[in-house]
């Protein structure tokens, strides 16, 4: 990490260390830490002694994530200006989960509420279920610029109009062009974009009789969320989940994401 980036990071640091906690000067080695397990995809217990005690690593960072820190970050990243958001695109991905477990509690056994299937919608650790195994899809907003926005994670076989639902938030900014794919070609989204004053750039499924107008320049633009996930996806730990829990795997999201703005803005000043 440069001393730009951690520049950066250390106000949050300060902000949310709690009583006791570990000392500040500390926490940049910790994030260290945390941003090489991100990168590899390593086990934790396979961190290397240079960041330190590989357990204190993970109880901080599990201590950052129940503090909601790295949403916070990529909530000041949004609302610093640094890149406008009156285009916004909206896409998802699935992901292999791959749940590492003890002995004697085997992966089939998550428990139902855990898994796909579960009455009463999205079950809270986002793992669904298929032939092949669990899967997690991340659905994302990003702006123009392929920068993250919003992430939340469901069950791999959740539909893009659950995701679209997932991500809507009173503290988003109101898109003035709101770009998708025709995964994403409903009445009700299409009237949701444009009850806040936006247009949907969005092509119609082929069995809608009045096909929508379509601006194939400004359509065009949805190849930076595309890249977005490209970039996503070369940190390891996001390629595939391990993480059994989803605000972990939601946060490792949330700190590539923002390693990704600071990567633009940050090291280039």
């Known amino acids: 990490m440069s001393d730009a980036e951690w520049a950066f990071f250390e106000p949050f640091m300060h902000s949310i260390r709690g ?11 910790v994030l260290d830490g945390v941003f090489w397990i991100a990168r590899t995809g ?12 590989w357990s204190s690593v993970y109880r901080q960072f ?21 890149a406008p958001n009156q285009v916004q695109m909206i896409d998802s ?3 292999r989960a791959i749940i590492h477990c ?25 793992f669904g279920r298929s032939k ?50 025709r995964g994403y ?30 601006d194939p320049f400004v359509y065009a633009l949805r190849n930076q969320i595309e890249r977005c996930f490209n970039k996503l996806k070369n940190a390891r730990r996001l390629a595939t989940r391990y993480d059994k829990t989803a605000n972990s795997y939601l946060d490792f999201i949330h700190i590539v994401s923002a390693r990704l703005w600071i990567k633009k803005f940050v090291n280039r000043t």
């Open 132 to 181: 092949g195994g669990f899967t997690t899809k991340i659905h994302l907003i990003t702006n123009a610029h392929g920068l993250p926005i919003k992430a939340e994670i469901s069950p791999g076989q959740c539909s893009d109009y659950t995701g679209y639902d997932l991500l809507q938030d009173e503290d988003l900014p109101d898109p003035k062009v709101f770009i998708a794919d």
């Open 19 to 29: 009583r006791g906690g570990r000392p500040a000067g500390d926490h940049r080695l």
């Open 102 to 126: 003890p002995a004697g509690h085997c992966v089939s056994n998550v428990p139902r509420e855990e898994a796909a299937g579960a009455k009463g919608g999205p079950p809270k650790e986002g």
């Open 185 to 214: 070609d409903a009445n009700a989204i299409r009237e949701d974009v444009e009850g806040k004053g936006g247009i949907a750039i969005i092509p119609g499924r082929s069995n809608r009789k009045k096909q929508p107008f379509l």
């Open 42 to 53: 390593a086990q934790w217990r396979d961190l290397p002694a240079e960041f330190g005690k």
């Open 62 to 82: 599990r201590r950052w994530t129940l503090a909601g820190l790295w949403e916070m970050v990529l909530e000041a990243l949004n609302e610093s200006g640094a």
């Open 93 to 95: 991905t699935v992901t």
